[in-house]
């Protein structure tokens, strides 16, 4: 089955560090990708995403490239902030249906 | 604020009764989805809407949940006799057309928890 795999957190960073979340997926057919991020009190928000192979997305800074060839979707970013802290969650949507299979989320934590 | 709108934020009931959320999304947005999320996990799925018709129930959602669409805007979600497993978090997501790279827009969720 459709199924997203997602770095367990918390991730703890300085300020101005590089990120990395990683994401690896399996699905059937050609999914669309996605990242969504989670900031404290508020709904899930769409990050970015990418619909098919070598696509790259990005967001605030953020990037993740869709590699079919590993079946992952890291996401990037080259200098956190602290309002960077948040959960974010990967997504898939399968070929033939709209819903979203998400992983389990990884906290980041950003400190000054 | 024309963003996804959950009620009631916070839901606390006692085993074995009924409860109802109610969600609405944005304006004109035909798609709506239920996903539930518990502690330390994703979003899982329950089930969607196109307009008023519902097109996919996951195996997650047992004969003690239903959810309606009526007049293809707002939607409840009913939980009877509740369980102590039935405590999450319960999403509501709205998008504007079908389609698998159409982005989802979330409300903030309601949050059950059964004593």
């Known amino acids: 089955g459709n199924s997203v795999t997602q770095m367990e957190g918390p991730v703890t960073l300085s300020e101005e560090a590089f990120l990395t979340i990683n994401c690896t997926y399996t699905a059937t057919g050609y999914p669309s990708l996605f990242w969504y991020v989670q900031y404290p009190g508020e709904g899930l928000q769409l990050l970015l995403k990418a619909t098919k192979a070598d696509d790259k997305g990005s967001n605030k800074g953020f990037e993740a490239t869709y590699r079919k060839e590993t079946t992952s979707f890291h996401l990037e970013k080259g200098s956190v902030q602290v309002s960077d802290s948040a959960v974010y969650f990967c997504?898939?949507?399968?070929?033939?249906?709209?819903?979203?299979?998400f992983g389990t989320g990884t906290r980041l934590q950003v400190f000054p | 604020d024309t963003g996804v709108s959950q009620n009631p934020r916070h839901k606390i009931t006692k085993r074995g009764q009924n409860v109802t959320f109610r969600c609405d999304p944005i304006s004109e947005h035909n798609r709506l989805y239920w996903y539930r999320q518990t502690l330390g996990q994703g979003p899982e799925f329950l089930t969607y809407f196109q307009n008023e018709a519902q097109l996919e129930k996951s195996r997650l959602l047992s004969d003690r949940f239903s959810a309606e669409r009526p007049k293809g805007s707002f939607s409840t979600l009913e939980i009877q006799r509740t369980e102590q497993g039935d405590s999450a978090m319960y999403l509501c997501?709205?998008?504007?057309?079908?389609?698998?790279?159409?982005?989802?827009?979330f409300g903030q969720g309601t949050r059950l928890t059964v004593v």
């Open positions: 997501a709205s998008s504007p057309r079908q389609g698998r790279d159409t982005e989802a827009f």
């Open positions: 997504a898939l949507s399968a070929s033939g249906t709209d819903k979203l299979i």
